[in-house]
């Protein structure tokens, strides 16, 4: 009923730069927040950034100062397209990026939804 798309990844050189695009759609009532991951080889996926409908954010620590989650409208709060921009990337940050959505539906069950993750290499 959710469908969540990413878009964006690439190879780029370390101190480079990328965006990622996550868009959802289907019978959204509400999206409550939105989150990127990632996972690299033969590690666990851990959260890189988060977004609220309200507009709050927050960082892993390894990413703070270099990685910008913002929304495509923040004067709706609406959530529908997430972008993260990704700045001085340096090799470690070498990973198939995934985007969550959660919140709820028109029919007022809540989703919790994953999309099929975009890879990023960061090499010279």
């Known amino acids: 009923q959710v469908h969540v798309a990413e878009s964006g990844g690439g190879l780029v050189q370390p101190g480079g730069s990328l965006r990622l695009s996550c868009a959802a759609s289907?019978?959204?009532?509400?999206?409550?927040?939105v989150g990127w991951y990632r996972q690299a080889p033969g590690q666990q996926r851990e959260l890189v950034a988060v977004?609220?409908?309200?507009?709050?954010?927050?960082?892993?620590?390894s990413v703070k100062g270099r990685f910008t989650i913002s929304n495509d409208n923040p004067l709706n709060n609406r959530l529908n397209t997430v972008y993260l921009q990704m700045n001085s990337l340096k090799p470690q940050d070498t990973a198939v990026y995934y985007c969550?959505?959660?919140?709820?539906?028109?029919?007022?069950?809540?989703?919790?939804?994953w999309g099929q993750g975009t890879q990023v290499t960061v090499s010279s």
């Open positions: 977004i609220t409908a309200g507009g709050s954010t927050n960082y892993a620590d």
């Open positions: 289907g019978n959204i009532y509400v999206i409550n927040a």
């Open positions: 969550n959505a959660r919140g709820g539906l028109s029919n007022l069950q809540t989703f919790d939804s």
